[in-house]
T-cell receptor, first 113, second 109 residues
Framework: DTEVTQTPKHLVMGMTNKKSLKCEQH?????MYWYKQKAKKPPELMFV???????INESVPSRFSPECPNSSLLNLHLHALQPEDSALYLC????????????FGSGTRLTVV | SQQGEEDPQALSIQEGENATMNCSYK?????LQWYRQNSGRGLVHLIL?????REKHSGRLRVTLDTSKKSSSLLITASRAADTASYFC?????????FGTGTRLTVIP
């Protein structure tokens, strides 16, 4: 298995809703990432997990809460989002976070209404 | 936390022509990677070049790296309509991967 699987592919949520994005990989990669991408912009790093521990939080608002239940799964819990949080959310994994290329999922297109 | 810039921002060529896009970055790096993204979906890893390498090939792709100028280039030879996509350079430094601004390539059949 050489893929990163993200669910759902599309999500529409209200500003008072709580939802979660899910990401799964079975390549044995020990680093996993959440990126946010706005239209016509490059991906921006949100969080990095290394060996299931949060190692980097790029000053992301607390309404985004990451979780890494095990080495294959990564979740992003969403609560009280704003319309400006609408974006493509990308999950990625790599063998480590320095020396190897990243494998990206196809993303979740999030719309906050 | 974007540290790379690419040019041109957009490039339109005829099928069969070569496409060259450039990336400049600001700080020291461990390696530099190139990714392709189709229609705002997931990114696909194309090639990785380490800081001690100067040139690398993969199929129709050729990447160069000049660490003294903090720049890299991606050459796609004999382009195809299917190469139409956005291309991003990305650098790994102390901690993680930062993406450049991207080049939108359109290959006209």
């Amino acid at each position: 298995d050489t893929e990163v699987t993200q669910t759902p592919k599309h999500l529409v949520m209200g500003m008072t809703n709580k939802k979660s994005l899910k990401c799964e990989q079975h390549m044995g990669h020990r680093a996993m990432y959440w990126y946010k991408q706005k239209a016509k912009k490059p991906p921006e790093l949100m969080f990095v997990y290394s060996y299931e521990k949060l190692s980097i939080n790029e000053s992301v608002p607390s309404r985004f809460s990451p979780e890494c239940p095990n080495s294959s799964l990564l979740n992003l819990h969403l609560h009280a989002l704003q319309p400006e949080d609408s974006a493509l959310y990308l999950c990625a994994s790599s063998q480590d976070y320095i020396s190897y290329g990243y494998t990206f999922g196809s993303g979740t297109r999030l719309t906050v209404v | 936390s974007q540290q790379g810039e690419e040019d041109p921002q957009a490039l339109s060529i005829q099928e069969g022509e070569n496409a060259t896009m450039n990336c400049s970055y600001k700080t020291s790096i461990n390696n530099l990677q190139w990714y392709r993204q189709n229609s705002g979906r997931g990114l696909v890893h194309l090639i990785l070049i380490r800081s001690n390498e100067r040139e690398k090939h993969s199929g129709r792709l050729r990447v160069t790296l000049d660490t003294s100028k903090k720049s890299s280039s991606l050459l796609i030879t004999a382009s195809r309509a299917a190469d139409t996509a956005s291309y991003f350079c990305a650098t790994t430094g102390a901690n993680n991967l930062f993406f450049g601004t991207g080049t939108r390539l359109t290959v006209i059949p």
